[in-house]
């Protein structure tokens, strides 16, 4: 902490302590970020991965310490009201000019809540949503650079590839502007290539580097997202991707937070949002690493739909999890997770355990096979707002997490998900050859949950989930773990009748052994979706495959998976010869 005690007001010096903290969180935060591209140039995998773990800790620990200082400096009248109100007027003037005012009003929230305790939204102590939807010229030009077309498509990839220059250089500038430009006039021919709008920051995560804008035609607009690999120590173009459901890939919220140096969240939520029109705001804000504030979208896009519609919360469709009570509201595209009190059996793991798992989740390296979950506490709704079914299961099965009084409903803990369709029920709606690649990806999706040590415990399709473009997720993660903690094991063999009879395992095991050979009763495929699994992925029935991928994770420092597929790599399907 950087303030130093002196005669102040009490109100200037709590504005000036919790501001220093929000200083000293900005400024970690971005030198984590900024240390991104010197990763990316040294191929330093394990040090850019240390980076972007810790910088999830940043935020926490930042609050926690202006809250310790505000503790030794206020004494009671930390807890004054009146206080506090005059805190938040001396605080708003002095973020008033940043060009983070949206990043430092939810860190105020975040130490008041913590102080107070607070149930849904206290408007006196907290900062409410900014209206931004309105982003002039001027402030996207501090986050946005505009290319103009002058000759040849050639020309301006070129150009933009000297001003996206590393230190290392790049393997072959002139190859890599041939094919940016020969993929960006294939795409084009419709509406021609007026000028190109980029991001001024590269936006960095895993192996990759991506550089993020949009082409402007002469007859309507396409997203540009440039993938850049550092391979054999020098920058390639990888891939080129113009078609929205791509770029909104590669910011699913199955993967991983970016590191991007956002002086202006706002200003390039926005852009992005531009460019993904489907993409809440929320996810956006996660995505650059502002997921504290992505919660705070999210909360606040719920209360606006709350308002504007008369939906209520439902218990969500699919088979009724043994941990977790999940619900929905039909018109909202999210699902609300909440701990049971008790599990039944075979369920042997605890509440804290629980948590650890999606805490887990939350540092690893999602890569695109595990949901984002957001964690939350003190949601208030109005009791007429539950289904009746959902507020009987709520209040018999979750009291610890949920008190129902006669007007309202208060969760003390609970975790958003995006809301996906889980595979049970999609195959049951699915025509023969979207249930054929959703059943081929759900085996792909086993093999990248292991190619990033993740085994998911539990393999029933009904605990992975169909996302808007198709693609596998796992979303339940009391049974998850390390795939490194895990023992693979081949089935004994019996050696007697008694054992070959014998109606439950005759032969020892832990929590730790995992038999393979058992996966295909999981499965629940039948007919030619079974036929068409084991033609692809049968190894993963092999012990073999497991034993691999665990030697893999102790002698690879990353995977090589791309939130791409393969036919769009350019050096893949042979771009560099020539």
């Known amino acids: 902490m950087r303030w130093q005690k002196r005669e102040l007001p009490l109100h200037e010096l709590g504005a000036k302590i919790l501001y220093d903290a929000f200083l000293d969180y900005i400024a970690h935060f971005r030198r984590l970020t900024l240390q991104a591209r010197s990763r990316f140039e040294q191929r330093d995998w394990p040090a850019g991965r240390r980076d972007a773990v810790a910088r999830l800790g940043v935020y926490r620990s930042a609050v926690r310490e202006g809250l310790h200082a505000l503790e030794g400096t206020m004494g009671v009248a930390l807890r004054d009201r009146n206080t506090w109100r005059r805190i938040k007027r001396e605080y708003a003037q002095r973020i008033a000019a940043r060009g983070d005012v949206e990043i430092a009003e939810t860190f105020f929230n975040s130490a008041t809540r913590r102080i107070f305790t607070t149930i849904g939204v206290d408007r006196e102590i907290e900062f409410l949503a900014h209206d931004d939807t309105a982003v002039n010229e001027r402030a996207r030009g501090t986050v946005v650079e505009v290319f103009i077309r002058r000759t040849d498509v050639r020309d301006l990839a070129r150009e933009i590839l000297h001003r ?102 706002r200003v390039l939520v926005r852009f992005l949002q531009s460019i993904m029109r489907h993409k809440p705001l929320d996810e956006l804000y996660n995505s650059i690493g502002y997921n504290r504030h992505g919660k705070s979208e999210l909360y606040r896009a719920l209360l606006q739909q709350l308002e504007r519609s008369d939906d209520r919360f439902e218990i969500a469709l699919g088979a009724r999890g043994m941990v977790m009570i999940v619900f929905t509201m039909r018109s909202f595209d999210v699902v609300f997770k909440v701990i049971r009190d008790h599990f039944a059996p075979p369920k042997n793991t605890t509440r804290r355990q629980v948590m650890q798992k999606y805490q887990l989740v939350f540092q690893h390296d999602r890569a695109g096979r595990l949901v984002d979950a957001q964690e939350f506490e003190y949601f208030k709704f109005a009791r007429e707002r539950f289904a009746p079914e959902l507020l009987d299961e709520l209040r018999t099965h979750a009291a610890q997490s949920v008190d129902v009084d006669a007007t309202h409903v208060v969760i003390r ?62 979303y339940d993660y009391d049974e998850l773990c ?66 691999r991928r665990q030697q893999a994770q102790r002698t690879t420092a990353m995977a090589d998976l791309y939130p791409y597929p393969p036919e769009r790599r350019l050096h893949a399907r042979g771009a560099d010869e020539g």
Not at 220 to 244: C, F, K, M, S, Y
Not at 498 to 513: C, K, L, V
Request: proline content about 5%; hydrophobic content about 40%; aromatic content about 12%.
């Open 413 to 474: 803990h609970l975790y958003t998900e995006r809301r996906l369709v889980p595979l049970d029920l999609y195959l049951r709606e699915a025509d023969p050859e979207q249930a054929r690649a959703a059943v081929l990806d759900y085996g792909q999706a086993l093999r990248d949950l292991a190619a990033t040590n993740i085994f998911p415990g539990d393999l029933l399709p009904k605990n992975f989930g169909v996302t808007r473009n198709r693609r596998l997720v796992f």
């Open 164 to 265: 996206y220059r590393f230190s290392v250089g790049y393997e072959d500038l002139e190859r890599d502007a041939r094919l940016l430009a020969g993929e960006i006039e294939s795409y084009t021919p419709r509406i021609g290539v007026r000028s190109i709008e980029l991001v001024r920051p590269v936006f960095y995560r895993n192996k990759g580097a991506y550089i993020i804008g949009r082409i402007r035609g002469y007859e309507g607009t396409l997203p540009l997202v440039i993938a850049l690999l550092n391979v054999h120590g020098q920058a390639r173009v990888d891939a080129v991707l113009l078609a929205e459901h791509e770029v909104s890939v590669v910011f699913s919220f199955t993967r991983s937070y970016f590191l991007v140096a956002a002086e202006r969240p």
């Open 482 to 547: 390390l795939l490194t903690d895990c023992r693979f094991r081949r089935l004994p063999q019996p050696s007697t009748d008694e054992e070959e009879m014998a109606g439950e395992a005759w032969f020892y095991t832990d929590d730790r052994d995992i038999f393979p050979e058992e996966f295909a009763q999981f499965l629940e495929f039948r007919g030619p979706l079974r036929q068409a699994f084991l033609e692809a992925h049968s190894e993963l029935l092999d012990v073999r495959f497991w034993r």
